[in-house]
């Protein structure tokens, strides 16, 4: 919660400073949802929380509006390593040319039933 | 629309009665039941516009989100009860939202009173979504199908503002210094209104097995918020009430600035449609 939020009616609002101070301290969470059709939980999106069982009732609120989920999870956005966006090269060129890691590459020996 | 003349009692989770179907029902409600149906059809419509303040105003985007749902479940269940009672006077739910005056409103005070900071706000849910939760979880028996149907919908939506109003009472509590200072200070502006949610009046005693007799939800309306309170480690507050008379269609200096917003556009423009 904020130190001074709005305070309604009379729409007074608190200094500036108190509110940046609350904004920091509610850490970005990432949604994943699983709709009832899905078999996996998929990432929706982000939000902010000030803790994980809220995080879980903001998921609600954001992206299960429409019916689109039968099951959240929320990871603290700090929890998740990502890949290094500028070794893209060395970490995801590597399998071009390699056609031998897939299936279509092979050709079935004769003889092979139920292939 | 040919399903809608079906009984109100065929609900399903996922096909909720709506109040387009309520429209066209053959069955009109006797006075006293649309009389009953007012009550809580107000209780919901004015607590939605006074949650509707909130939007952009919340401390969080996901607040903002948040009360925005609650609002509105609150106008959905409204517009149930609001299409429900004008059954019994060839009004639409518009007629009865709109085009009625301050002393017509049926609402408790406690609806209308100002949001005030977030925890004044958050006390006044805690208190509606605790007695509200109550009243629906027991008129879904009701003898009347639709207004059990009504209920049907509404428990489970309310069950989820109870939730909401729970954990901001508890982080606020427990949360700083001066969180809990505005907490209190909510709980004990918001305490005065709650005497009124449970008075019976003379229409209770018309309605039978059709409605919920108020006085009949205190003691389990005590012990929800004696739970949430005693968690948060809080305590009642030592105020008296306040004097109600929503029922009877006395209220407080606020309703009518809350009736003149949310009534201008539809009476400067009659039968105008967005």
Redesign the interface.
């Known amino acids: 919660?904020?130190?001074?939020?709005?305070?309604?009616?009379d729409g007074a609002t608190a200094p500036s400073t108190g509110l940046q101070e609350?904004?920091a301290a509610?850490p970005l969470w990432e949604v994943f949802v699983r709709s009832s059709r899905g078999l996996s939980h998929v990432h929706a999106g982000s939000?902010?929380?000030?803790?994980a069982?809220?995080a879980v009732?903001?998921a609600r609120?954001?992206y299960t509006?429409r019916n689109e989920g039968v099951s959240l999870w929320v990871v603290p956005a700090s929890a998740i390593i990502t890949s290094d966006p500028d070794a893209k090269d060395s970490f995801f060129e590597s399998p071009q040319g390699k056609d031998y890691r897939h299936a279509t590459y092979y050709t079935k020996s004769e003889g092979v039933k139920h292939l | 629309m040919s399903e809608a003349n079906a009984s109100a009692t065929r609900i399903t989770p996922g096909n909720a009665l709506r109040p387009e179907d309520i429209a066209l029902l053959e069955t009109r409600p006797a006075d006293a039941v649309a009389q009953y149906a007012l009550w809580l059809g107000d209780d919901a419509l004015i607590l939605a516009q006074r949650l509707g303040?909130w939007i952009s105003?919340?401390?969080?985007?996901?607040?903002d989100?948040?009360l925005a749902?609650i609002a509105l479940d609150q106008i959905g269940h409204a517009r149930s009860f609001l299409t429900y009672a004008g059954r019994a006077w060839d009004k639409t739910e518009d007629d009865l939202a709109y085009f009625r005056r301050e002393p017509e409103f049926r609402s408790v005070h406690l609806v209308e009173q100002?949001?005030?900071?977030?925890a004044?706000?958050i006390a006044r849910q805690l208190v509606v979504a605790l007695y509200q939760w109550e009243l629906y979880s027991r008129l879904v028996d009701s003898a009347d199908p639709t207004l059990a149907a009504i209920a049907a919908k509404a428990v489970k939506e309310v069950d989820y503002h109870r939730?909401?109003s729970t954990?901001?009472v508890l982080?606020?509590a427990l949360?700083?210094e001066?969180?809990r200072r505005r907490m209190i200070a909510g709980l004990k502006l918001t305490w005065p209104y709650v005497e009124e949610l449970f008075t019976d009046h003379p229409l209770i005693d018309e309605l039978g097995e059709t409605g919920v007799r108020p006085s009949s939800l205190r003691a389990p309306f005590d012990a929800a918020l004696q739970a949430v309170l005693d968690e948060a480690e809080l305590e009642l507050p030592a105020v008296p009430g306040a004097v109600g008379g929503g029922r009877l269609g006395r209220h407080s200096e606020h309703l009518g600035y809350i009736l003149a917003e949310l009534q201008v556009l539809a009476r400067e423009h009659p039968g105008a449609s967005w």
């Open positions: 919660m904020t130190g001074g939020s709005t305070t309604g009616d609350a904004r509610w939000l902010h929380a000030p803790d069982e809220m009732r903001n609120d954001l509006r | 303040w105003r919340a401390p969080e985007l996901e607040e989100v948040a749902n100002p949001n005030g900071d977030f004044r706000t939730d909401h954990q901001w982080r606020l949360g700083t001066e969180s």
